[in-house]
């Protein structure tokens, strides 16, 4: 059973920053690409980030230049850095991992962890 531990979510005031995490095992971290969604009340699900297992990086533009992906290769873990938040960041965000090209199709997805910014 894969699992994705999310971990990092909470209140923060409008252009705050917080720092959320996602963990998993091993054997999905190295080879699957990962990311972020993130759902807000009565909206649909919206992607936000997106890192490979080499690294490379790909944003939504509501995002871009205030969110940064990473990945820590010896702690198993992918983070997302929000700085600058908006009240319009609110939403429940959702750690995700895609399977490469070449293997089965699949996606796991985690629990969720709830951002809200709010003064």
């Known amino acids: 059973q894969v699992q994705l531990v999310e971990s990092g979510g909470g209140l923060v005031q409008p252009g705050g920053s917080l720092r959320l995490s996602c963990a998993t095992s091993?054997?999905?971290?190295?080879?699957?690409?990962m990311g972020w969604y993130r759902q807000a009340p009565g909206k649909q699900r919206e992607w936000v980030a997106t890192?490979?297992?080499?690294?490379?990086?790909n944003y939504a533009d509501s995002v871009k230049g205030r969110f940064t992906i990473s990945r820590d290769n010896a702690k198993n873990t992918v983070y997302l850095q929000m700085n600058s938040l908006k009240s319009e960041d609110t939403a429940v965000y959702i750690c995700y991992a895609n399977s490469p090209p070449g293997l089965i199709d699949r996606r796991y997805w985690g629990v969720g962890t709830q951002v809200t910014v709010s003064s």
């Open positions: 890192i490979t297992s080499s690294s490379s990086t």
């Open positions: 091993r054997s999905i971290f190295l080879i699957y690409t």
